[in-house]
């Protein structure tokens, strides 16, 4: 590729500094080498290895529209093509690579530009909060998370129950509808503002999409929530979802599309036993180490395991633990509201909201690997 690619580039794209990686590189470190801001063009071989390639091309395209990446394709596969669409990627070239197909990509992305009215607006963070095991809290979690990000700054916020069979956030916050995320992504399509209004409801400033309030035979068939989270990405600031379970196409696909995943346990000793099956399970589907933050849910120093052990007992840092805190969660969920902050859970909300939110000093020297992938400049014509 590269070498039937370069000649066409240097003729092309007179005059733009390249740089070429021969490798895949950790999307961990696409940050440091790709998050200041510069502008970016990014020829990505997303042949040589197509989930590693789709999980780096999601990084990218969720860092904001200054990196813009083109797939380069051996032959024309509609459905992967789309999938490369649906990951981020602005556009594709095909093989033979032609000089016509630069430049309808470069034509394409001039209309991508920021115009006078405005940049381009920044595609929402996702959050996905993924219990280890039924009865972990993670629905507590995530509703209560949702709340925390006015207070961090974010105008818009969307907090997605995905549970097709036990969804309970309509339960935790006293709200109902009659529509539900199966209603969103039956109508994909042709979703707008008007229609996607009516999907949501709103709760202290936060839309919330809601769980089916009945089983359905469609929820067996699920497999991608990648429609509603594209059309939701650009109109949020931040998305919260919560999720039934690690397990399956559907959830798999949340966690792929999600910026960080938080996973939940108890540090009971079943708890644990299955977080350490759901690592093994992300870990076998390539959902990579660097985006999962282990949360300990209920934690009592008397009861079950320390933080130390359970750290090393799963080969995982624990990135944080809530307190028990079981009659502030229960006053909180008889009123439909989230924990109050004076509480010893709303404490350790607030607090997973501001590490999260990077608020706190998390400063980590980079990498080797991130200083090569300074070497980007704006074109990088090789499979990184």
Not at 29 to 56: E, K
Not at 126 to 149: D, R, S
Not at 283 to 295: E, P, V, Y
Request: glycine share 8%; net charge neutral; hydrophobic share 40%.
């Amino acid at each position: 590729m590269l070498a039937e690619l370069g000649p066409l580039l240097q003729v092309h794209l007179q005059g733009v500094q390249t740089s070429q990686i021969a490798n895949y590189p950790s999307p961990r470190d696409i940050p440091g080498g790709m998050g200041g801001g510069a502008s970016h063009l990014v020829f990505l071989d997303v042949v040589s290895d197509r989930d590693q390639a789709l999980q780096l091309l999601g990084e990218m395209s969720r860092l904001g529209p200054h990196i813009q990446v083109i797939a380069l394709l051996a032959g024309n596969d509609p459905d992967f093509i789309l999938r490369c669409l649906r990951a981020g990627a602005v556009d594709f070239l095909v093989q033979p690579f032609s000089g016509d197909q630069i430049e309808a990509a470069m034509t394409k992305l001039a209309r991508l530009q920021p115009t006078a009215e405005g940049p381009v607006k920044q595609l929402a963070k996702i959050y996905a909060v993924m219990p280890a095991k039924g009865a972990c809290g993670a629905t507590t979690i995530a509703c209560n998370l949702a709340f925390q990000w006015k207070r961090l700054g974010a105008k818009k916020i969307l907090l997605a129950d995905l549970d097709p069979l036990t969804g309970t956030l309509s339960f935790l916050l006293k709200i109902k509808s009659i529509y539900s995320f199966l209603d969103t992504l039956q109508r994909a399509h042709e979703l707008d503002d008007d229609l996607w209004n009516a999907m949501v409801t709103p709760v202290q400033g936060v839309d919330v999409l809601l769980a089916p309030e009945i089983m359905v035979e469609a929820t067996q068939d699920l497999r991608d929530p990648t429609p509603i989270l594209d059309y939701a990405r650009h109109i949020y600031d931040v998305i919260v979802l919560d999720t039934s379970t690690v397990y399956g196409d559907w959830n798999l696909n949340q966690a792929r599309q999600a910026n960080e995943l938080l996973l939940v346990t108890t540090n009971e000793l079943p708890a644990l036993q299955a977080a350490q099956r759901a690592l093994s399970y992300l870990d076998t589907n390539r959902i990579g180490r660097w985006k999962i933050r282990l949360i300990v849910n209920r934690y009592h120093r008397d009861v079950g395991l320390s933080r130390e052990v359970i750290g090393t007992a799963l080969h995982t840092d624990v990135f944080e633990i809530l307190p028990s805190d079981y009659e502030a969660v229960q006053r909180a969920l008889m009123d439909g509201k989230p924990t109050p902050a004076n509480t010893s859970f709303g404490k350790g909300i607030m607090q997973l909201a501001d590490r999260l939110g990077g608020r706190t000093d998390t400063a980590k020297k980079s990498s080797g690997l991130g200083g090569l992938l300074g070497l980007f400049t704006k074109t990088s014509k090789s499979p990184g």
